[in-house]
């Protein structure tokens, strides 16, 4: 006796414009389904009415009417967590870094995951020490926060994000990195820098290039997080990077005009907001119901300062935690990272700091916004006090200790040490100049001699005062090891 095979359904196309796509029949299929053709094209269901069903197609085969469409039950599938690390995937979990294919498929991407409850969430008390001393110090990050990145062209928001990951290594954290629109020589530069600096072990990159069509680059940041929560269900705590969302939205734009969407405000989709919110809100630090880990989400948009309040970037403000605005002005004048603190704000990141770090972090804070009042008082040529040109000293030594070169990790214990010697009377008959040209031995004499580890394994325990007073007794150690 023969056995039947099971019954298909499937849907013919009735209409298409490039990626766009109608069918009629499919009855049972539900939106974000993924479909497939004959010719093994995949696409996402998008919306359904009485009469057809639109759907988007994610690779570059573009059907003609006739041709038929099943459910592909399997969805998108991602290769299990320890053999995505290393490799670079696109949204259809398909390596495109020249490596060997995976040899069997994995976890199915959830398109419609709701965030989890707040039952599932803890307060954020840990830090995610950057290696950078002026994020670390004025603009904490906690792991689980969410915290937007952006600026103009050519600020120094890739070198930075390249910097975070790198210097995560050893520190049991998973980046992910997301790009979105970039051009495929921009994410292949990326790759090779993380490769050749050893980040690519603990980084997974996800990328749908300019290259690649607009619904794959529209579901990118939705397979980055679902990769993220695979992780994250296991215990890891993770850093994701959504670079970048402004980009996003205009993909999610041009599918709303091309699908005959009623536009809403700057001509974006009238969801758009849900469509980022909906992704923000998956980032967060979670109890032990969903792992005891945390994930940790900076969205990137690319705004020049003329239109950063416009809709996207006000809109993904308002779903954050906080904003690092980067500067292409600061980067001109030398700064790295070229962050303007006074127009950055991090609004849960202070609660994660060591009381010592914070109550330094203030202190620096507010010794820059003296120095910057002071000096757009003396650009009207008044005469200035012995004490003010010294406190005008103090805020561009305080602004130097803050730069640091690409690829430089510095520890929060030396952090703290080099900005605590502000306070001391190290500085009182030096110059600018002897910082510039002796900062690297500070550092290092900070970092790896005995007497200041000493002091920096107690910095736990020991208030601001103690401190000085301890680095008041090593001055002339300090002293020694930057002379020639």
């Known amino acids: 006796m023969k056995t039947s095979k099971p019954t298909v359904e499937v849907g013919f196309v009735v209409k298409a414009q490039d990626y766009l796509v109608y069918l009629e029949g499919l009855p ?15 696409a996402i269901v998008t919306a359904l009415d009485h009469e057809k069903i639109e759907i988007l197609m994610l690779d570059k085969q573009r059907p003609g009417p006739g041709d038929a469409f099943s459910v592909d039950n399997r969805g998108i599938l991602i290769p299990s967590e320890n053999k995505l690390l290393g490799r670079a995937i696109n949204p259809l979990g398909n390596p495109i870094d020249g490596k060997p294919g995976f040899e069997q498929a994995g976890e199915k991407v959830n398109f419609g995951v709701v965030a989890p409850g707040i039952d599932s969430r803890k307060i954020i008390t840990d830090q995610l020490y950057t290696g950078i001393t002026l994020v670390d110090t004025l603009l904490p990050i906690g792991k689980g926060q969410r915290e937007l990145l952006f600026g103009e062209p050519r600020s120094g928001k890739t070198f930075f994000m390249s910097d975070m990951i ?24 990326f790759i090779n820098n993380l490769e050749s600096e050893g980040g690519l072990n603990y980084t997974v990159v996800v990328a749908a290039t300019s290259s690649d069509s607009a619904p794959l680059i529209s579901i990118a940041p939705a397979v980055g997080l679902s990769i993220a929560e695979n992780f994250a269900r296991k215990g890891r705590d993770v850093l994701i990077i959504l670079d970048d969302l402004g980009m996003h939205a205009k993909y999610l734009r041009e599918i709303g005009l091309l699908s005959g969407r009623v536009p809403g405000r700057e001509s974006y989709p009238a969801d758009i907001f849900y469509a980022h919110s909906h992704l923000v809100e998956r980032a967060g630090n979670f109890n032990e119901r969903y792992g005891n880990s945390s994930i940790t989400l900076l969205p990137v948009i690319e705004t020049d300062m003329e239109n950063f309040t416009n809709l996207i970037p006000t809109n993904v403000m308002s779903m954050t935690d906080g904003h690092i605005l980067f500067s292409a002005v600061l980067r001109s004048q030398g700064f790295y990272p070229s962050i303007d603190p006074d127009r950055s704000v991090t609004r849960v990141g202070h609660q994660t700091q060591r009381k ?8 620096v804070r507010s010794l820059i916004a003296n120095y910057h009042e002071l000096e757009r008082f003396g650009r009207f040529g008044s005469e200035l006090t012995g004490e003010t040109q010294k406190l005008l000293k103090q805020g561009l030594i305080a ?12 520890d929060p214990s030396t952090q703290i040490l080099m900005l605590t010697l502000l306070y001391t009377s190290f500085f009182d008959n030096k110059d600018l100049e002897f910082v510039k040209k002796n900062k690297k031995k500070l550092i290092e004499f900070l970092k790896s001699s005995s007497q200041s580890q000493i002091i920096g394994n107690k910095i736990m325990t020991i208030d601001l005062p103690t401190l000085i007073a301890e680095l008041s007794d090593i001055l002339n150690l300090i002293d020694k090891a930057c002379q020639p």
């Open 399 to 410: 602004l130097e200790l803050l730069k640091q070169e690409q690829l430089e990790r510095i």
């Open 166 to 189: 790198l210097n995560q290594k050893g520190k049991n954290i998973i980046c992910i990195y997301v790009a979105m629109g970039k051009s495929d020589l921009d994410v292949k530069k």
């Open 28 to 42: 049972a299929v539900k939106i974000e389904d993924i479909v497939i053709s004959r010719e093994k094209g995949r």
């Open 356 to 363: 010592l770090h914070k109550i330094l972090a203030d202190k």
